[in-house]
């Protein structure tokens, strides 16, 4: 697949990717042997989350939530993946800190982007960044904090950056991935602060005919916001 060049975009640079944009694929060392990521994702949606630097505390703690919110991903039939600019042998020794500091370690590959070659490609840092991770720190890495939710057509489905500062919220991350999963298979929305079992939004493109044998009982606010029951 190649991804999606936007009509402004000039010829021989890289825009950041954005929603919609084909996730670029790569092969990578990580801590669970080299991979080709399209091969590894599957049909699988995907979350790629990156750090700008091993040995970090907010990231400690992040990798940390992630490894035990993970049955939560694999219910969801979503594989995880976390990147760090940094060799794959130092992931091991950081494995240890997590699991000494938040009770769990990884349990999911990370990836050693030594070469920053994963995180220019997926426009975290400038096309042009000279050299490797060796020297880097934090402060130069601090766009390496982004967060991608991949679907099982490698298109990007959201994208989130973090500063370096602020912990991410992966419940939030979950509470996304339910939304979009249930989107994807029908034709609603999810209103604000939207969780499991609560009313969606009929789309705009279901005609009032259309929706009264989809979603029978449906509630018009306005001729624009209709709300239903989620589907099963």
Request: hydrophobic share 40%; proline share 7%.
């Amino acid at each position: 697949m190649s991804r999606t060049v936007h009509p402004f975009q000039a010829a021989g640079t890289i825009m950041p990717l954005q929603i919609n944009d084909v996730a670029p694929n790569f092969t990578a060392e990580t801590t669970e042997g080299t991979i080709d990521f399209y091969d590894w994702a599957g049909d699988s949606w995907v979350v790629l989350f990156s750090h700008p630097k091993d040995f970090t505390p907010v990231c400690t703690t992040e990798l940390g939530a992630v490894a035990r919110l993970k049955p939560e991903f694999d219910k969801r039939g979503v594989k995880v993946i976390g990147l760090s600019v940094d060799p794959v042998d130092n992931h091991a020794k950081w494995a240890q800190d997590i699991a000494e500091t938040q009770g769990t370690a990884p349990n999911y590959p990370m990836i050693g982007d030594t070469e920053l070659k994963v995180a220019k490609l997926y426009g975290m840092l400038p096309a042009d960044t000279a050299g490797t991770s060796e020297g880097r720190t934090p402060a130069n890495n601090a766009t390496v904090r982004n967060v991608f939710i991949i679907g099982p057509d490698k298109l990007i489905k959201l994208l989130i950056v973090y500063p370096m500062t602020t912990g991410r919220n992966f419940q939030e991350i979950l509470r996304v991935i339910d939304s979009m999963q249930l989107t994807a298979r029908h034709k609603v929305a999810t209103p604000s602060d939207w969780k499991q079992g609560e009313d969606v939004i009929i789309t705009g493109a279901v005609s009032n005919e259309e929706a009264d044998t989809l979603f029978p009982g449906y509630k018009t606010h306005k001729p624009y916001l209709r709300t239903t029951k989620q589907p099963a």
